[in-house]
């Protein structure tokens, strides 16, 4: 406010007046004689008698001050408000922060924070609105846990961003939105799309070319084709990644095309788009230049399959993204052969190898040790190609004995071909290695799959569960099954549940009080699933559906 | 008193946790798992078993339909005021999903809620029947206070001699005097039984080194501190009313005798402040119906909190008595005819212009007051440089916020709430800015805390 006397002022001279006073003040009476001064009273009284009516007089005439520029309003957010249970469901979920408590998975209450993303990606499935004023808890989380911060940010809305822009704390969610926080221009407007790609900043183009890519691929490639001589490598790099979004074969000749290109990182980014289309030019010369390094060996009892490794990497291969050197320990020729297989189309093979199915092929004995060589290098081809067939060979009977260990696939490989299957032949494909290899190495393939999890697989874990505290052991050994158990496991399946609640009888060779401890894990785990439930209703959706 | 379909919600129940370590555990027990018999009433009492880590389940009621704010037992340990599981209880019952069912409370909770019925009921009987009895001698009580009137006038005196010295050495010697010179004085008023003198020279300590400005300031406050110090020197001299608000600036005891006023008591405001001994707790009540506000006031020692709760945005049919003293909003809950409820209504607003004037209107009957209690309507929370303004939408006059306030994190709420355009925000309007305390958007929209 600002000490402005009122028009009409009977004392004219008052801000003078006060003036006086304060100096008086300060320097003391003794050495200054303050202004007016009383009769018949001390200097400092009158003093600080004069004051009290100067102190009460400015105080009562105090005026608002001028308005500083408003702020730009907050764009709309066009979408419905959330209903007033969810509302108050993400009050509870963003009181729970973390940092406080006595941490560890002890208890029997769900853990809240946990379920964050869960009920975010709920709420983005439904479109609705965050309330505006969660939105500052709402940017505090995102700000602590990045892996929140994609769904956050989406459910946070325009608004967050016009907030962010308000408080450095939250600069992230300026970066993390693409363009910066300045909306992207209508696709339709060429003018102000090619204005933006000629002289947006970087992140801004990115978005722009991912937009226009998700949209309508050959026009993103067309503008990345008006520019892509003047740009800077490591953006050639960025920009020709974004190809990956929406690749088909009107995509090869740009991409053969970069495979001249001075930079090392694009030729090999541009290889690796290519060898994924199984049609193009360059996935045929892979083709040949693999299929001359492996055939069957009818002289043996049964037929093998037998690799006669590259002898030199010539300047061709390396054109089509070979690298040359291999890395520290491993041999040249077997890391050119695997970098060709990795490439060459998956389906070449079976003409190549009898006209035998993947499974047949895979099954067939390798000569020589080649064998985790050129099965490791089909894996990557089955991911790399998108190939559910081959994943499937691959992969084998989830119950075969070799499952378990680490065998030719190792459990990462395995998670990534998992992912090229569909999602119920994924759930049925760990259910089945749960049933015969219980949890110990599960925990990497449960990440893969869909969520909520199908009804196989849910029941799977739960025996698995079952069968682990029987055996004895503290629930915390398993205390990583649980937690994915409490997020994925469909909230249909806590009546099955029931049994495990109560604490059972101790058998004699059994760690103490795990019993106890196992109850209380179980108890956690129908409560989330019950909280979970409830969470889904609120948002307005079917029990257990769509928390991808 | 229906108190059926009509539930808090969560904000509502959270903001009755004594500390953050409770609202936490509370929030995690809102969920159905550990709780069996769970069930409500129409009367405003809410029960559950809940399971700890013990074999046996704590009982857990809650009264909500109390005068002071819910009431709670539990057959927990904690010494936690309400424990998590009260908390807990609550906000299941909050989140209203079925899994606390209208009922019949079992017999544990109906012996409780019997039990304190009656000793309500018998408190209430014995205060009817006459205001003096049980305050003993009424000629030993008026001694009393003669008594303390003696010492505290000493005490203003002798105040008024360090204030004419101070100002005959000059403030600038204040400066390197420091705080040890005002907590002596300050203890020399506690003596005196001047709780108010105290609390103002110690306030009078920190200004100093408050920054630029900080002589103007030092003045200021001096000068009001002489005002009360000759205020209460010549009390007999002053209109009653005036000299009721001297002895409360004091610091003497006051009951709240006003005539009881019936009203719809909308909820508008709590927050605690705390120092080292004490914390206190502010509500601002809002008469829908007499169009005042009110300020109840309630003590907790330090790290607990003061048991008067009422949730923001909740209706209260209550009558309330002032504190005597002009200009003082002061006033006590007394008897409460229904319990609490949710409620649409929000207080009429005023402009910034209005808000300074009736400020400075305010001073006339109390001129110590540092804010008066004011509902602004139609303005946007606006960036000022490194501070914030809240600024009429039409005009172009504006209120800065508090240095205090730009510091909390209801600021962001509230301008998130606002996303630019003009919101409804009550708050304290003084010589030092405004301090928002609660906002509505424009249109609908709940009451959002923003303390």
């Not at chain 1, 490791?376 to 060979?393: F, H, I, L, N, S």
């Not at chain 2, 906000?91 to 544990?108: F, I, N, S």
């Not at chain 2, 809240?390 to 172009?396: E, I, K, V, W």
């Amino acid at each position: 406010m600002t000490r402005t006397s009122a028009p009409a002022d009977p004392h004219p001279h008052a801000p003078a007046a006060w003036e006086e006073l304060v100096t008086a003040a300060l320097l003391g009476t003794e050495r200054r004689t303050p202004p007016g001064g009383t009769p018949g009273r001390e200097a400092p009284v009158a003093l600080l008698d004069a004051a009290a009516v100067e102190t009460v007089r400015r105080r009562a005439g105090l005026r608002p001050a001028r308005a500083a520029r408003r702020p730009d309003p907050a764009p709309e957010d066009p979408r419905p408000a959330l209903p007033a249970a969810a509302a108050r469901r993400l009050t509870m979920l963003l009181a729970d922060r973390p940092g406080t408590g006595g941490g560890g998975r002890r208890g029997t209450a769900p853990d809240l924070m946990e379920l964050l993303p869960q009920w975010l990606a709920a709420a983005n499935d439904r479109g609705f609105a965050a309330p505006p004023e969660t939105l500052p808890a709402l940017l505090d989380a995102a700000r602590g846990r990045t892996d929140l911060r994609p769904a956050a940010l989406a459910f946070a809305g325009p608004r967050a961003v016009w907030l962010a822009r308000l408080n450095p704390d939250w600069r992230f969610a300026l970066r993390a939105t693409p363009g910066g926080g300045t909306a992207l221009p209508h696709l339709e407007d060429a003018d102000r799309v090619r204005q933006l790609w000629q002289e947006g900043l970087f992140a801004e183009r990115v978005a722009l070319l991912a937009a226009i890519r998700a949209r309508e691929p050959a026009a993103a490639r067309e503008l990345l084709g008006t520019t892509w001589a003047t740009e800077r490598a490591e953006d050639r790099l960025m920009f020709l990644d974004s190809l990956r979004t929406g690749l088909g074969p009107r995509d090869e000749p740009f991409l053969e095309q970069a495979l001249a290109d001075r930079s090392r990182n694009v030729r090999a980014t541009a290889a690796e788009l290519l060898s994924a289309l199984p049609e193009s030019a360059l996935a045929a010369r892979m083709a040949v230049r693999a299929g001359a390094c492996v055939a069957v060996d009818h002289t043996r009892d049964t037929p093998t399959i037998s690799v006669e490794a590259p002898h030199e990497c010539d300047a061709s291969m390396e054109r089509d993204g070979v690298v040359p050197k291999a890395p520290a320990g491993r041999g040249e020729r077997s890391w050119w052969f695997g970098q060709l297989v990795e490439a060459a189309p998956l389906g070449t093979w079976s003409g190549r190898l009898g006209g035998r199915t993947p499974e047949e092929i895979v099954a067939l004995p390798v000569a020589d040790d080649w064998q985790s060589e050129l099965h490791a290098a089909w894996c990557r081809a089955a991911v790399r190609q998108r190939d559910a067939e081959w994943a499937r060979a691959l992969l084998g009977s989830p119950s075969a004995p070799e499952a378990g260990g680490p065998g030719a696939v190792s459990l990462a490989e395995r998670a990534k071909l998992l992912g090229r299957l569909g999602a119920a032949d994924r759930a049925d494909w760990v259910a089945g290695f749960i049933a015969t290899h219980g949890l110990s190495e599960a925990f990497q393939l449960l990440g893969v799959c869909a969520v909520p999890w199908a009804g196989p697989l849910g029941r799977a874990v739960v025996d698995a569960l079952n069968i682990a505290r029987d055996a004895g052991s503290y629930p915390w050994s398993f205390s990583g099954v649980m937690g994915l158990a409490e997020r994925c496991l469909a909230p249909s399946e806590a009546s099955r549940l029931d049994g495990l609640l109560a604490v059972p009888d101790e058998p004699e060779d059994a760690s103490p009080g795990a019993g106890g401890y196992w109850a209380e894990a179980f108890q956690r785990l129908v409560t989330t699933l019950r909280f979970r439930a409830t969470m889904t209703d609120e948002l307005g959706m079917a029990e257990g559906l769509g928390m991808a | 008193m229906t108190q059926q379909g009509v539930r808090w919600s969560a904000d509502q129940v959270l903001a009755l946790a004594p500390d953050t370590a409770s609202r936490k555990a509370g929030n995690k027990l809102g969920a159905a798992g550990p709780w069996s018999e769970a069930g409500s009433s129409d009367e405003g009492t809410v029960w559950g078993l809940c399971k700890g880590s013990g074999s046996k389940p704590y009982q857990t009621v809650v009264d909500i339909a109390d005068v002071s704010g819910p009431a709670y037992k539990c057959s927990c340990p904690s010494r936690k005021f309400p424990c998590k599981h009260a908390l807990g209880l609550l906000l299941l019952w909050a989140g209203g999903d079925g899994a606390v069912p209208p009922g019949q409370p079992p017999g544990w909770a109906e012996e409780w809620i019997a039990g304190r019925r009656k000793r309500a009921e018998e408190k209430r009987t014995a205060g009817a029947a006459g205001p003096g009895a049980g305050s003993g001698d009424p000629e030993a009580a008026r001694r009393r206070s003669e008594r303390r009137a003696e010492r505290v006038t000493a005490g203003a005196t002798e105040l008024e001699q360090r204030l004419a010295d101070l100002l005959r050495g000059g403030l600038a010697g204040a400066e390197q005097a420091g705080y040890g010179l005002w907590e002596e004085t300050a203890a020399r008023m506690v003596d005196a039984q001047a709780p108010g003198l105290a609390a103002r020279v110690r306030e009078l300590g920190a200004i100093p080194a408050s920054g630029a400005g900080w002589p103007v300031r030092l003045l200021e406050e001096c000068a009001l501190l002489h005002l009360l110090d000759q205020g209460w020197l010549r009390r007999e001299r002053l209109p009653d009313a005036l000299a009721d608000t001297v002895r409360s600036r004091i610091g003497l005891p006051a009951s709240a005798d006003g005539p009881p006023v019936r009203d719809r008591w909308l909820v508008l405001a709590q927050y605690d402040t705390a120092d080292t001994k004490l914390t206190t707790r502010r509500i601002w009540l809002y008469g829908t119906e007499s169009d005042r506000t009110a300020l109840l006031l309630s003590y907790g020692a330090a790290g607990r909190a003061p048991e008067l709760t009422l949730p923001v945005g909740l209706v209260l049919d209550a009558e309330v008595s002032a504190y005597p003293g002009a200009g003082q909003l002061r006033a006590s809950l007394a008897e409460q005819f229904a319990a609490p409820t949710p409620s649409p209504i929000r207080p009429p607003g005023v402009t910034t212009t209005e808000a300074a004037a009736r400020y400075g209107d305010a001073l006339r009957l109390d001129p110590w007051l540092d804010s008066l209690p004011v509902t602004l309507d139609h303005v946007v929370p606006t960036p000022d440089g490194d501070s914030w303004q809240l600024a009429d939408a039409d005009t172009d006059t504006a209120l800065p916020l508090t240095p205090a306030a730009r510091a909390r994190p209801g600021l962001w709420r509230l301008v998130a709430l606002s996303g630019g355009a003009p919101v409804r925000v009550f708050g304290e309007c003084g010589h030092h800015g405004f301090t928002p305390l609660t906002a509505w958007p424009a249109g609908t929209g709940e009451a959002v805390q923003l303390c």
